[in-house]
């Protein structure tokens, strides 16, 4: 079992709040029972699962943040990016 915390990146570790470990261990327990995952494997992909869901989150939040202080967002600083 990955425990309080999980891999983010070699070396790194990840603290999960409450809720998020609550939705690790519902996602690892559909993904093992109803997708005929180990639990191994069920843990690693619902942990990609937390990992992008805190991301995103991360984004929104700094979206919002840009603009309630009127900057520019990601997209208009790094046009190339969107090739």
Do not use: H, N, Y
């Not at 983010?8 to 609550?22: L, N, S, V």
């Not at 690892?28 to 180990?38: C, H, K, N, Q, Y």
């Amino acid at each position: 079992m990955l425990g309080e915390q999980f891999a983010w990146a070699e070396g790194e570790q990840i603290r999960m709040t409450p809720d998020q470990r609550e939705a690790f261990e519902e996602r690892a327990a559909i993904l093992e029972f109803d997708a005929g995952m180990t639990r191994e494997d069920a843990e690693r992909m619902a942990a990609l699962d937390v990992a992008v869901a805190m991301l995103e989150q991360c984004k929104r939040r700094r979206l919002e943040r840009q603009e309630r202080l009127g900057l520019a967002s990601d997209e208009t600083e790094c046009p190339q990016d969107a090739r």
